[in-house]
């Protein structure tokens, strides 16, 4: 079976990094697309990018130069940093596997931007 | 971006009725290759989204036949038959025809 599951920390300090791990078992991220996406208070969902089986990324221009993902095939992982955050990156992240949709989930892990 | 825009935001259906949720879009999703990428997710309480629809109208693996999806180009619909408790949450669309993907606003499922 597929699982995805989220570790990183829950609070970052304005202007610093966030950076958070999904950890994959059951299959290979070096098949599919890889996502992460975040939910903020209230409904408000937003996908925010993904690594391809190849490596290859594409991301939400809204975040402009601050969002990388990567991976590490080796450990069946992949990583997402945003950089120079603030309160209003304060949501709830989940990583996904895309294949015909975001088909399996993460638990997701609240992340909470404050000084 | 496309915005994809969901109405109702709330709805209030008795156990055992029906739900109708509307995900218009403001461009079409018909992608170069003609298919149309437009997904429907629920998220219950307390778990991760988790997906009923893809793109359109296919059921993903385990989900029952009460739910349906139809539509085309920029208005779809997802129907809900014979409504359980275990349906209730936030539904949201999502199109990933248009860099960047973009999901609807939710419509949030509760028991009258």
């Known amino acids: 079976e597929v699982q995805l599951q989220e570790s990183g920390p829950g609070l970052v300090k304005p202007s610093q990094s966030l950076s958070l791990t999904c950890s994959v078992t059951g299959y290979s991220i070096t098949s599919n697309y890889w996502g992460w996406i975040r939910k903020f208070p209230g409904n408000k969902m937003e996908w925010m990018g993904y690594i391809s089986y190849s490596g290859s990324t594409s991301y939400n221009p809204s975040l402009k130069s601050r969002i990388s993902i990567t991976r590490d095939t080796s450990k069946n992982q992949f990583f997402l940093q945003l950089n120079s955050v603030t309160t209003e990156d304060t949501a709830t992240y989940y990583c996904?596997?895309?294949?015909?949709?975001?088909?399996?989930w993460g638990q997701g892990v609240m992340v909470t931007v404050s000084s | 971006d496309v915005v994809l825009t969901q109405t109702p935001v709330s709805l209030l259906i008795s156990l055992g009725g029906q739900a109708s949720i509307s995900c218009r879009s403001s461009?079409?999703?018909?992608?170069?290759?003609?298919?149309?990428?437009l997904h429907w997710y629920l998220q219950k309480p307390g778990q991760s989204p988790q997906l009923l629809i893809y793109?359109?109208?296919n059921r993903f693996s385990g989900i029952p036949d009460r739910f349906s999806g139809s539509g085309s180009g920029t208005d779809f619909t997802l129907k809900i038959s014979r409504v359980e408790p275990e349906d209730l949450g936030v539904y949201y669309c999502?199109?990933?025809?248009?860099?960047?993907?973009?999901f609807g606003g939710g419509t949030k499922l509760e028991l009258k």
């Open positions: 999502l199109q990933r025809t248009h860099n960047p993907w973009t």
């Open positions: 461009q079409s999703l018909v992608h170069s290759n003609g298919n149309t990428y």
């Open positions: 793109q359109v109208s």
């Open positions: 996904a596997r895309y294949s015909t949709g975001f088909d399996y």
